[in-house]
């Protein structure tokens, strides 16, 4: 007991350090100078546009993700004409965002479509610029979140199994029909959870976004990539203040996370 007891109060220990502290430190930080200057370091120009432009991207990736993430998973589980070698690859290609770093992702994209290289080049032409831009921003934010839905989906996919959905299938149902009355119903809670991750990991992505956008104020910063350039002009309080509003918006998605967790248990 004396040993349990000990790792329990190690945890709460570590937990204090690495959140609790540095969590009340951002709020007393924004909060140095009053109301006035918290309100003066949301209200700034780039702050409305870094944050506007978060919320794009968030809202992009999560629709690419959800509708993308829940189809791949579907056909990783069920799609019988997919061999088991190139499931077992496509299954090694969406674990690659864990297995890389994010900024790696995102100079692969700068690499890839940036203004220097043929495809970008001919992009640029046709007038749609991907890197340096919003395109390429949330093709960095969709590399390095593709995995959260998919590995939601995935195991509840194979838990449930294939029975009501072949019989639904000999019953003459079409296959829209099939998923949106038999399959959905069995994965929607993880595909909530899978929503939930996504914006969360969206919200606080710096790395690859960094590197793809340029991070130019009023044109390609989003809210991570502001507070950086805040802090490395020692504005602090500004800093602290759109900290703030990203730590109040992740502490939100996680009690919606344990609100859809008591519903599921509850049905």
Do not use: C
Request: aromatic content about 12%; charged content about 15%; hydrophobic content about 55%.
């Amino acid at each position: 007991m004396t040993i349990r007891r000990t790792w329990i109060g190690l945890t709460y220990i570590v937990f204090t350090l690495l959140l609790i502290i540095p969590l009340i430190e951002i709020f007393t930080g924004s909060w140095a100078d009053g109301w006035s200057g918290f309100a003066e370091g949301l209200t700034r120009k780039q702050s409305i546009h870094a944050l506007q432009m978060t919320a794009s991207i968030v809202v992009v990736v999560t629709a690419i993700n959800t509708v993308f993430g829940v189809m791949l998973a579907l056909y990783l589980v069920r799609a019988e004409w997919m061999g088991a070698r190139l499931k077992r690859l496509l299954n090694s290609i969406v674990d690659l965002p864990f297995a890389v770093s994010p900024v790696i992702g995102g100079l692969m994209i700068v690499l890839l479509l940036g203004p220097n290289t043929v495809i970008g080049a001919f992009f640029e032409d046709a007038g749609f610029k991907v890197v340096y831009a919003l395109p390429g921003m949330i093709l960095a934010s969709l590399f390095v979140t593709f995995p959260l839905m998919v590995r939601e989906v995935l195991p509840v996919l194979q838990e449930i199994g294939a029975q009501q959905e072949e019989a639904a299938s000999t019953l003459g149902a079409y296959s829209w029909y099939t998923f949106w009355k038999v399959t959905w119903p069995s994965i929607r809670w993880g595909v909530i959870y899978g929503v939930v991750l996504t914006v969360a990991r969206t919200l606080g992505e710096f790395g690859a976004v960094l590197v793809v956008s340029g991070n130019i104020m009023n044109k390609t910063q989003t809210a991570t990539t502001l507070v950086y350039q805040d802090v490395e002009n020692f504005n602090v309080v500004e800093a602290n203040g759109v900290a703030l509003v990203l730590a109040v918006f992740s502490v939100g998605l996680l009690l919606l996370m344990e609100w859809a967790k008591k519903r599921k248990e509850v049905h």
